[in-house]
């Protein structure tokens, strides 16, 4: 038809549907679904005790359409087409409660997919002879594994504020629809997807103390049963700051990859004063997290900032141009709880009686414990539309579909995950933010402890100090390059220790006096 001379303009004649919107009420407090500038906190119904004051110092801070535009992306290809049916999303957090009204029927059924072959029995604890000493079980009890006690009950041993976090993180990845339409009820990200339950975090927070946490050896333990048995996204709203990267853990990543699993994990939320840390450097490395600038597990794995209801990155949320993959939604997002074994004036908040039990509600909560699954449930989505992309494909296609944020860059993309882009297939976008000072841009791709920069510590015998701002220059140029300049960049910093520490030793062994390197960064 262009080349006709009788037609002035020619168009596809695309199709276009009602957009889906989920009968659930309390959908309409779901801004990180469909922003529409809506005042989030103090919701009737709805524990607000979780209410995270906006950038802008009030709870009213929102801007309509900052958000993943879910509701676009459902209908994608025609009305409701896009839920997540068909994928497992492995959890891998406190346990879920499985009984939640908004959760019951988007559990695992214990088979492998598509088949009607049983998975593997839930991993029994095992002596120091390697004899089991607990039952183990069958996954299809209650969908899922409690990996540190080695049984098939996923579930927390206490209803407790605490231990709510692994039902709160698969709410919003996978919460029914119109199931709880008439008493309460969010809408999960992905509907069809069914919520593979593995407790690794202790079942009491409270009577465990300081021990309160999951081993690196239990976490290893449910990604690689995740992997075995039909899961193809994993979510880890969970991790460790600091020293070091486990090669076991790493290994595990790399399987799960291999086996066609998308891993998401949270970024973190900062240190004890509540301000969110550049994971970049060595000191705040956070793990699991930190795989997605590990060069072996990069592809598959997405680690997940936290913004807010005007795109603003959180003020607890952890960043890093290096190890961050990009941002979602993780400021008051309203999911699924239980609180049966809390105080009666907890249980007031969320809408029950003192002898009430189980007391089933709903709250706000805010971290990158939440922005995780958000991440999670679109990938849920996409892998359910297009089951063909492998682990790479899909990372890719939402770093380039998101939503370009301005300011200072804070993740490796600068964007924020646009779900209705990446289900579309959108051309890539383009990032407007501003790269950050190159000095704290320091590689998290291995463990190996950072010595100090290479040209620093030269400028001590070798070069005079006046060659330092020259050198600078053009490691500033090399990283607006692009993708290979930055990889140059990062490549240069993971190096300069190893180089600085054979350089030390070869001097040493000429005879000469060793002397600690200067830690200034180029």
């Known amino acids: 038809l262009h080349a006709d001379p ?3 303009v020619a168009s596809p004649n695309y199709m276009n549907y009602p957009l889906t919107v989920p009968p659930d009420p309390k959908y309409l407090s779901q801004w990180s679904l469909n922003n529409t500038g809506q005042p989030i906190c103090y919701i009737p119904g709805t524990s607000n005790a979780g209410c995270y004051i906006t950038h802008d110092g009030t709870s009213q801070g929102a801007v309509a359409g900052d958000d993943i535009h879910a509701q676009s992306a459902w209908d994608v290809g025609g009305p409701l087409a896009n839920t997540g049916a068909g994928v497992i999303v492995a959890v891998i957090d406190t346990g879920v409660d499985y009984s939640h009204p908004d959760l019951v029927g988007q559990m695992w059924d214990g088979l492998l997919p598509g088949t009607a072959t049983p998975a593997a029995d839930c991993p029994p604890l095992l002596d120091s002879n390697m004899n089991p000493i607990s039952p183990g079980g069958p996954p299809s009890l209650h ?14 041993a206490k209803f407790i504020i605490e231990s709510a976090h692994g039902t709160h993180v698969a709410g919003i990845i996978a919460a029914s629809w119109s199931v709880n339409a008439t008493t309460g009820g969010i809408a999960g990200i992905a509907p069809g997807a069914k919520i593979m339950a593995l407790q690794v975090l202790q079942d009491d927070p409270i009577a465990a103390g300081t021990n309160y946490g999951a081993t690196d050896a239990d976490i290893i333990g449910a990604i690689n049963y995740a992997a075995l048995n039909g899961a193809t996204v994993i979510n880890m709203s969970l991790g460790r700051t600091g020293c070091c990267e ?8 790399e399987a799960a990859i291999a086996k066609n699993v998308v891993l998401v994990a949270a970024a ?16 705040n490395n956070v793990w699991p997290g930190n795989y997605a600038g590990v060069t072996a597990t990069a592809p598959g794995f997405i680690t997940v900032a936290a913004s807010d209801q005007a795109d603003v990155r959180a003020t607890f949320s952890n960043y890093g141009v290096a190890s961050v993959s990009l941002s979602a939604p993780g400021v008051n997002i309203g999911s699924s709880v239980n609180v049966t074994d809390e105080s009666s004036t907890v249980k007031s908040a969320f809408g029950c009686t003192p002898a009430q039990s189980p007391c089933q509600g709903w709250a706000l909560e805010s971290g990158t414990s939440q922005a995780t699954p958000t991440a999670a449930g679109v990938v849920a989505l996409l892998r359910g539309a297009e089951p063909l992309l492998t682990p790479a494909q899909v990372k890719q296609r939402l770093l380039d579909t998101g939503d370009p944020l ?33 000095a704290t841009v320091l590689t998290a791709s291995s463990g190996t402890k950072q010595l100090g920069c290479l040209a620093t510590w030269l400028t001590e015998d070798w070069l005079p100090r006046s060659a330092l701002d020259p050198l600078r220059r053009v490691r500033d140029v090399l990283w607006r390059q692009g993708a290979w300049g930055r990889a140059l960049v990062r490549a240069y910093y993971r190096e300069s220790g190893r180089i600085i520490a054979w350089l030390e030793s070869a001097r040493a062994a000429a005879g000469r006096a060793q002397e600690l390197p200067h830690t200034a960064a180029i």
């Not at 486990?246 to 990543?253: D, G, K, S, Y």
């Open 6 to 8: 009788a037609v002035a």
């Open 143 to 156: 969908g899922g594994c409690d990996i540190t006690d080695g049984d098939n009950d996923p579930a927390p």
């Open 246 to 253: 486990n090669p076991l853990m790493t290994t595990a990543v």
């Open 268 to 283: 973190g939320n900062g240190g004890n004063d509540g301000v969110g840390d550049n994971n970049d450097l060595a000191a």
């Open 406 to 438: 301005g300011g200072t860059c804070y993740t490796a993309s600068g964007k924020r995950l646009n779900a209705f882009s990446a289900l579309s297939a959108i051309a890539p976008t383009t990032a407007t933010c501003t790269p950050p000072p190159i």
